[in-house]
Structures are given as structure tokens and as C-alpha cells.
């Protein structure tokens, strides 16, 4: 999936052709990087879940908006692994959600505790 969204990062946005292509290419980058970002926090035993399923949903819902202007065949690879991660940070998601439910609903009130 890495390699996938390096492979298809807009390396220099700085020659995109028109202000409103510059401002995509620049959008989707930042999403890209955040995205990698949050693969490589958690291989070193961070916790950027969240953060790294809000860039994957504002790539994939920016990418659906404008796929007319976006190369298909990419868009079309990079769409089926961002939507395997999507899936698996939120089987994640859900268990951390749950766990924090369970404490919550576990721990007596602080003006019960003596």
C-alpha cells in the first residue's frame, strides 16, 4: 500500500498548469503524506488511528469528487489499498472505541470510591 501511494504522490505540484490543479495536487499530497506518516508512526508502536483514517477518507472522497481530472488506472490501484486500510485501522478503531466503553462503564464513580 506504501508503495502504492508513493508511486502516485504529485511529486512537484509547483508544475501543475492551472491554480486549481496546484491546489488538488497540493490537497492530495498532504492526505498522502499523513497517510504515510500514520503507516510509519504505527510500525513504531504509535497510535495515529484516527488521524490516519480522517486523511484516508479526505483522499478517497477528494479522489471520487475529481476522478475526471485523475489518472483512472491510479486512482483505481490506489483505491482498492486505501480501502483495505481503511478497513483494517477500523477493526482497529472499533476495538479501542469498545475497550474505552468497557472502562468507562467498568470504573465506579470517584464519588463512590472511598
Known amino acids: 500500500m506504501t508503495q502504492t501511494l508513493v508511486r ?3 511529486a512537484d505540484v509547483r508544475n501543475a498548469p492551472t491554480p486549481a490543479q496546484h491546489a488538488l495536487a497540493t490537497y492530495l499530497n498532504r492526505q ?8 510509519l508512526a504505527l510500525r513504531h508502536g504509535q497510535d495515529p488511528i484516527h488521524d490516519t483514517r480522517v486523511a484516508i477518507r479526505r483522499l478517497r472522497s477528494t479522489v471520487r469528487v475529481f476522478h475526471s481530472v485523475l489518472d483512472g488506472d491510479a486512482v483505481e490501484r490506489a483505491e482498492a489499498d486505501l480501502k483495505w486500510f481503511a478497513a483494517l485501522l477500523g ?4 476495538c479501542q472505541v469498545q475497550s474505552g466503553r ?3 462503564a467498568l470504573t465506579p464513580p470517584s464519588c463512590c470510591i472511598p
Open 91 to 94: 477493526d482497529v478503531r472499533d
Open 32 to 39: 498522502v503524506d499523513a497517510i504515510l506518516a500514520g503507516d
Open 102 to 104: 468497557f472502562d468507562s
Open 8 to 10: 502516485h504522490r504529485t
